[in-house]
């Protein structure tokens, strides 16, 4: 039997500009790595160590994301084993837009799951997962946690069933992410946005969101480009940002497939064709904030299609 399980749970990018709540994508990198350790000399799940957070996330479980996580998963078994020790080793920036909390709550219900034998599907841990992200941001959604554990491109029809369906990854489509360092918390962000939508906002959204899942499943580039709009959110979250607009023009010129708000932001996201476009577009969107003297960091790369998987 194995004492012990390290797992990578990949960044995400919620909402794809015109699916919010329901759309995202799972990044090569950054990740969490967490590992899930047996400990006979324990009843109870413990975080014994966690990294990367400079002291800042709750050790307690009922307060720690991961914690909460995988904490439901074990009473949902029933579990009363010998305990388990969590290490949380965090690897990508907190209030980015990228998913790290998801990424967390997401590595841990894995580790545990893979730990006590792995006869759970993905689809099993979903509901966990996505508890761990409502108790950092408060809302019940998984635009982060399914595609952080499924991987590739992910649509969630209804957040509350957790009806979630996997969309086809074009093979040449690749993203470009940047992350100006500064903090949005997503509880924040979610609660400056307005409780309604106008009708001819409401349409003009379902058209693109409708068009982008079909250039999904026919390659098509240019389509994909034409539906990267997000009429609804991102104007309300973008004098959040400093210089998203002038990100976004560059971006455009330079012949990204479209480019909007990673989940809550600050971070930023491109649609590009190719590893090489999608690098050098993250390069250039970075030299914006350079200018400016905020610092950066850039991602790029494919999307990753296997979502949270086992290291170690
Ligand atoms: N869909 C969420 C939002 C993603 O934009 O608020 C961030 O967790």
New binding site residues.
Partial sequence: MIDSVKVFAPASV??LACG??ILGLALEAPGDEIIARFNPESKELKIVSITGDEGRLPRDIESNTAGFAAHQFLNSINYNGVGIDLEIHKKMPFGS?L?SS?ASAVGAVFAVSQLLGGQWTKNDLLPFAVLG?QQA?G?Y?A??VAPSLFGGIVLIRDNHSLDVMQLPVPDDLTVAVIHPQIEIL?KE??SILASTVPLRDHIVQSGHLGSFIVGLYTNDFERIHKSVVDVV?EPQRARQIPHFYTVKSIVEKLGALGCSIS??GPSIFAFCRGVDQAGFIAERMGDVYGAHGIAVDIFSGKINTQGVQTIE
């Fill in positions: 919620a909402n919010f709540d837009g998913g998801a992200e941001d809302a959604h635009d982060n997503t962000a979610r959110i989940g809550s």
